[in-house]
């Protein structure tokens, strides 16, 4: 329950013959701010939408902790020193839960339940005092937040919406993984799901970035959620509590754009590599092995291929961090960088991972980047859904090159434009099964088709005008017949 109230707080705790304890919170009006001596203070609220955001607040209180009720009373109006401004109690059958639940609705309220405090000074003046967190945060704006950001041309206010927009899932809240969700709430990444289905454990600390000693024991993604709050209040954190298997893949990575795969074994890795190429969501990965580790993004419809492509199967050999041991700055490094790598996604900027496996290590400080196909024949790649996560030029999304695995799928029809080129030129080889090459305007929207010419210029030109009439299953082979060439015995 959670109420306003113009008149003095009640409180004394409620009587629960079933509770095994109580405990309360007493917010009073003090005499002294920022060493200032204070007279006196309003509060004001938008009573509406403090009430409903208040009752928000209490019901996460009773979904997350073990607790019997929850009051949560807030004064506005005209208060004196020494008048209580907030109170909270929470009855519970066991102490820590009634305690943990008590804390969070207390600085949930102070974030975000909107109130505003004036206060008055012995001096005669008065000020308005933002009631969150920091204590001038009405200096906080969600503009000035990403202020230095926005100023890249490659980010700018559109780039800025972008990520406000995006929705990316963290697998594994762990050493890859907090870095790179702390990064990406900061950078404004505007939902973040979290996967975990780990209690924090002692282990965890020297690497695991945003969890603190004294949780030890607590679910992983509810400190996540309540780290994330703290440091932007202007992002959200959905967080799931179970580990991603087969069973469950599908259903949490439909619901992002894109995957950052924070796990630390190659069975998920590869869960993760099979249905994220199948779903069309964009997947950065990345593995540590005591002071090296190694990047990479899996495009899928993309010329790089995907895990599989690099190693059929899972390596049994491979020994855990758990095992050797790892330097707590290396997952932290590889967070970051898969963090910068689906930023850049999100933007579309820059040159990505989606064709190289990158690996450094930290002791010697020698990086390397391996270039990456796909394999001819790779199961998951021959299924590719191409990426729905990126934003993809005209040009990418006309042009396939002969390796792109979006032509093992479905039904191709091959259009030889060859004969209709304009002026002719040298006839070269012909296909005489390929059928003639239809009017615009007769061409069927269920089939793919691949335009081919002799350099690809006519192709991408015919492909581009079929488009523009609403035929978006058409393409055309880069480079062309000669391109074929090249690259053939
Ligand atoms: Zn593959």
């Known amino acids: 329950m959670f109420r306003l109230s113009r008149r003095a707080l009640e409180l004394g705790p409620s009587q629960r013959p079933d509770a095994g304890g109580y405990a309360s919170f007493v917010g009073r009006v003090r005499g002294q701010n920022e060493g200032r001596a204070v007279v006196g203070l309003v509060y004001e609220a938008y009573d509406e939408l403090a009430v409903a955001e208040g009752g928000r607040i209490v019901e996460e209180a009773q979904n997350r902790f073990e607790v019997l009720s929850v009051r949560c009373d807030h004064r506005i109006g005209d208060l004196a020193i020494g008048d209580a401004a907030i109170v ?3 009855a519970a059958a066991h102490r820590r839960e009634a305690f943990r639940a008590c804390e969070f609705v207390v600085d949930e309220v102070k974030k975000r339940v909107p109130i505003w405090k004036r206060e008055r000074y012995a001096d005669g003046r008065s000020a308005w005092i933002n009631a969150g967190t920091a204590h001038n ?11 230095r950001q926005r100023r890249l041309p490659e980010v700018g206010i559109e780039g800025q919406r972008l990520l406000g927009d995006a929705r990316i899932l963290v697998v594994g809240a762990g050493g890859l993984g907090c870095p790179a969700i702390e990064f990406l709430a900061r950078a404004g990444v505007g939902t973040l799901g979290v996967a975990d289905g780990d209690d924090l454990d002692a282990t965890n600390l020297h690497r695991q970035s945003l969890f603190r000693a004294r949780d030890i024991g607590r679910p992983k993604v509810d400190l996540v959620a309540e780290a994330v709050a703290e440091a932007n209040p202007y992002v959200r954190v959905e967080p799931h509590r179970l580990s991603v298997s087969a069973d469950n893949a599908d259903s949490l990575i439909e619901r992002y754009d894109l995957v950052l795969d924070g796990t630390d074994n190659f069975g998920a890795k590869y869960v993760l ?3 994220c190429v199948a779903l069309g969501k964009t997947l950065i990965q990345a593995g540590v092995y ?10 899928p419809g993309h010329a790089g291929g995907c895990l599989r492509c690099l190693w059929p199967e899972p390596p049994t050999d491979v020994r855990s961090c758990a095992e050797v041991g790892v330097l707590g700055v290396v997952p ?6 898969q963090a910068t790598e689906a930023i850049k996604a999100v933007l579309d900027v820059g040159d990505s991972l989606a064709d190289r496996f990158w690996l450094l290590d930290l002791l010697s400080m020698e990086a390397r980047s391996v270039r990456r196909t796909a394999r001819p024949g790779c199961p998951v790649c021959a299924r590719a859904v191409p990426s729905s996560s990126r934003r993809v030029s005209e040009d990418d999304s006309v042009e396939v090159t002969p390796f792109d695995p979006r032509l093992a799928q479905g039904e191709w029809i091959l259009l030889d434009l060859r004969a209709v080129e304009p002026g002719g030129g040298r006839p070269v080889s012909r296909w005489p099964w390929a059928p003639a090459v239809p009017e615009l305007k007769d061409l069927r929207t269920e089939v793919c088709y691949l335009a081919v010419c002799a350099h690809g210029v006519t192709s991408l030109d015919w492909a581009r005008q079929a488009r523009a009439l609403c035929h978006p299953n058409v393409w055309s082979l880069r480079n062309g017949v000669t391109g074929l060439e090249r690259i053939g015995p």
């Open 88 to 90: 909270v109690e929470v």
């Open 137 to 147: 945060a009405d200096a906080l704006t969600e503009a000035s937040f990403y202020e």
């Open 273 to 275: 590599n099979d249905r």
């Open 290 to 299: 005591r002071y090296e580790g190694w990047a990479m993004r899996v495009e």
């Open 332 to 337: 932290g490094v590889f967070g970051v960088l």
